[in-house]
């Protein structure tokens, strides 16, 4: 079964930090952009960061920039999302996903996503 589970999320107070890491199962995910999206209650999910099929290209979202660092191990099947200086408007359930493609350009532009993971929850209190 292929699937990508999330972990790391949690409370934390504003001004600090988090690391999220997404794992890939069931098949290996290296020549595919890796990238997350969060959901905050009553919004849409929207788009947090990407990172390219070798690691080589990164794009974030205005809110995440200076902020968020993404990054992957094609060894270990993995993707981490680096999060600091927290603030309570990034409380929300931040998702996993796959592209097809490779690129980062792929990864925005697709209307769907190979595969998505279950979310994880992260809260910062105020």
């Known amino acids: 079964q292929v699937q990508l589970v999330e972990s790391g999320g949690g409370l934390v107070q504003a001004g600090g930090s988090l690391r999220l890491s997404c794992a890939g199962f069931?098949?290996?995910?290296?020549?595919?952009?890796m990238g997350w999206y969060r959901q905050a209650p009553g919004k849409d999910r929207e788009f947090v960061a990407v990172?390219?099929?070798?690691?080589?290209?990164?794009y974030y979202a205005d809110s995440a920039k200076g902020r968020f660092t993404i990054s992957r191990d094609n060894a270990k099947n993995t993707v981490d999302l680096q999060m600091s200086s927290l603030k309570s408007e990034d409380t929300a359930v931040y998702y996993c996903?796959?592209?097809?493609?490779?690129?980062?350009?792929?990864?925005?532009?697709?209307?769907?996503?190979?595969?998505w993971g279950q979310g994880t929850q992260v809260t910062v209190s105020s």
């Open positions: 069931g098949r290996t995910f290296s020549m595919n952009a």
């Open positions: 990172i390219n099929w070798s690691g080589t290209a990164t």
């Open positions: 996903a796959a592209s097809e493609g490779g690129s980062t350009t792929d990864f925005i532009g697709a209307s769907t996503k190979s595969a």
